[in-house]
């Protein structure tokens, strides 16, 4: 299934590093009663994601926490390890932003996001994304085209909700 606005999203486990390292966190029980954006990205410290696309949410944050978003997420196809260095290198873990590891892709896939980029040492890697998701459910998905940041950024994700 490929992610769609009005869809429920399926169960998966996500890894975040918590007090006592690498934590399980469940996709269902984390958005279960709460109005949550979640975006996806190919990979953490790549140039694209670490320019334009984390940033976008770093800078609307507040805007969206104005509109009731209990949380912003993040899901790369990365380590629980690479997830945490980076939010510390570019300040979106300071900023609120949570870094959510996909470590084997299995959420990714899931949702139908997942790509390969051979020549780039890309496999299984997720497509760039951004959804507003309300108790479980998608309210808006959006979903750049291959090569694009345009769509799935915070400001347009803003725009659309």
Same mark, same amino acid.
């Given at each position: 299934?490929?992610?769609?606005?009005?869809?429920?999203?399926?169960?998966?486990?996500?890894?975040?590093?918590?007090?006592?390292?690498?934590?399980?966190?469940?996709?269902?029980?984390?958005?279960?009663?709460?109005?949550?954006?979640?975006?996806?990205?190919?990979? /953490?410290?790549?140039?694209?994601?670490?320019?334009? &696309? +984390?940033?976008? $949410?770093? =800078?609307? @944050?507040?805007?969206?926490?104005?509109?009731?978003?209990?949380?912003?997420?993040?899901?790369?196809?990365?380590?629980?390890?690479?997830?945490?260095?980076?939010?510390?290198?570019?300040?979106?873990?300071?900023?609120?932003?949570?870094?959510?590891?996909?470590?084997?892709?299995?959420?990714?896939? /899931?949702?139908?996001?997942?790509?390969?980029?051979? &020549? +780039?040492?890309? $496999?299984? =890697?997720? @497509?760039?994304?951004?959804?507003?998701?309300?108790?479980?459910?998608?309210?808006?998905?959006?979903?750049?085209?291959?090569?694009?940041?345009?769509?799935?950024?915070?400001?347009?994700?803003?725009?659309?909700?």
């Amino acid at each position: 299934m490929t992610i769609s606005e009005g869809a429920a999203l399926p169960d998966g486990t996500l890894l975040v590093m918590g007090d006592n390292g690498a934590e399980q966190v469940s996709v269902a029980e984390r958005l279960k009663g709460r109005k949550v954006v979640v975006f996806g990205l190919p990979g /953490a410290f790549t140039s694209t994601c670490s320019t334009a &696309h +984390l940033p976008s $949410f770093m =800078r609307t @944050k507040s805007k969206f926490d104005a509109k009731g978003v209990d949380e912003i997420i993040c899901i790369s196809v990365n380590d629980p390890f690479v997830m945490k260095a980076w939010g510390e290198a570019t300040g979106a873990t300071k900023a609120g932003i949570t870094l959510a590891a996909d470590a084997d892709g299995a959420f990714t896939k /899931a949702i139908g996001m997942n790509f390969d980029v051979p &020549h +780039l040492g890309f $496999f299984g =890697r997720s @497509k760039r994304y951004a959804a507003l998701i309300e108790d479980g459910v998608a309210k808006v998905v959006q979903i750049d085209k291959s090569g694009e940041c345009n769509i799935s950024t915070g400001e347009a994700l803003l725009e659309a909700i």
